[in-house]
């Protein structure tokens, strides 16, 4: 089955500094990858969406790289702010529109 | 960007009684919505896939029986908890893709919180 790591629980850097999540899968091969942000009690926002023949993704101050060779994606936000500071999950598809999520990594910008 | 409502946004029940979650998509159409499950610090885990006009399929462990799935309209998707116990306590999320859009993004509702005493 599936399998997705996000590289830790919880992150913490300081304002204005780059922030970087990583999502590590196995056994599978996905089409595209997904990263979205949630809040305390929401719903999770659709950030970006990456494809499997698509090395890099830019939206802003984000930034996604999917590296099908190493089953990795990183995303960054740089200049980071305290309103970036949330749980931001990735997700793989799995088919019709399915998705798997991670588990999470919860950013906190510490001004 | 799309929207999709979820009513209630909390409930508190008792043992044993029944609890329905309606999912809206306010904007778009959407033949097909998601429901997940969240418990505190983990990740959503999808239940279940709601269709338009035909039955629900159900992940592997998600009682079929236990978590009723009505997709009435192209708009709205209703998961009810039957019987629900202590340990159906959870955040309940619903998703759609819209129809016809082939970019996959998913609009997310704003979940709603169970709590079984």
């Known amino acids: 089955s599936q399998k997705i790591e996000q590289n830790s629980e919880a992150l913490n850097i300081q304002e204005g500094k780059t922030a970087t999540l990583t999502c590590n899968y196995t056994?599978?091969?996905?089409?595209?990858l997904q990263w979205y942000r949630q809040d305390p009690g929401r719903g999770p926002v659709f950030l970006l969406l990456i494809r499997e023949n698509e090395k890099e993704k830019r939206k802003e101050r984000l930034k996604v790289t999917f590296d099908t060779t190493l089953k990795q994606s990183l995303f960054h936000i740089t200049a980071s702010q305290p309103a970036d500071s949330a749980t931001y999950l990735c997700a793989l598809d799995v088919g019709a529109n399915n998705l798997f999520f991670g588990t999470g990594t919860r950013l906190t910008v510490i001004p | 960007g799309a929207v999709v409502s979820q009513h209630p946004s909390w409930v508190i029940c008792k043992s044993g009684t029944s609890v329905k979650i309606e999912c809206r998509s306010l904007d778009f159409q959407a033949t097909t919505m998601f429901w997940y499950r969240q418990f505190p610090k983990q990740s959503l885990m999808l239940m279940a896939t709601?269709?338009?006009?035909?039955?629900?399929?159900?992940e592997q462990g998600v009682e079929k029986d236990k978590f009723l799935i009505n997709h009435a309209s192209l708009t709205l998707s209703t998961l009810t908890v039957t019987s629900a116990h202590p340990e159906d306590s959870s955040f309940y999320i619903c998703s759609a893709p819209p129809s016809g859009r082939y970019d996959n993004e998913q609009f997310f509702g704003p979940g709603t919180r169970l709590t079984v005493l």
């Open positions: 709601s269709n338009e006009g035909s039955k629900a399929t159900y």
């Open positions: 056994n599978y091969s996905p089409a595209y």
